[in-house]
Structures are given as structure tokens and as C-alpha cells.
């Protein structure tokens, strides 16, 4: 499964809804897809935040795989 991420989140769940159901951000997936930042500590949130603003930028695969469909 990866990396926790606290509250439940696993990196492969985020790496999914990041493939699958377009999310970009950590709001995304913690407050609009989700409530899971309400049962996680900041330094969790900042984590999912980082995770993600990193996975834009090492894959450029997930954008263009996106504009495929």
C-alpha cells in the first residue's frame, strides 16, 4: 500500500485518485473528495501536500495521460 499518510490514506489510494480521478491537489483530496483532514495532524496534511505537488512534477506521464481521455 505504501506510504501512510495517517487517517486511512495510503499512497496508492492517492496515486489512483491522482490517475483516475484527476486530483491535484491536497484540498482535493482531503477536504473535497474526502474529510479526511479533519482526523489528520497538519504536519499529515502538509505531507499529502508535498506528495502531490511532487507527483506533478516527476510525472508528466499522469498529465498527458489525462488529456488522452
Keep these: 500500500m505504501g506510504r501512510d499518510f ?3 490514506l495510503t499512497e496508492r ?4 485518485l491522482i490517475a483516475y ?3 491535484e491537489t491536497a484540498d482535493d483530496v482531503l477536504w473535497r473528495r474526502s474529510k479526511l483532514g479533519l ?3 497538519p504536519e499529515q496534511r502538509l ?3 508535498r506528495y ?3 507527483s ?3 510525472s508528466p506521464a499522469v498529465s498527458i495521460e489525462r488529456q488522452s481521455r
Design 21 to 23: 480521478e484527476w486530483a
Design 39 to 41: 482526523r489528520m495532524r
Design 52 to 54: 502531490l505537488q511532487d
Design 13 to 16: 489510494e492517492l496515486n489512483y
Design 6 to 8: 495517517g487517517a486511512g
Design 47 to 49: 505531507a499529502v501536500e
Design 56 to 58: 506533478h512534477r516527476k
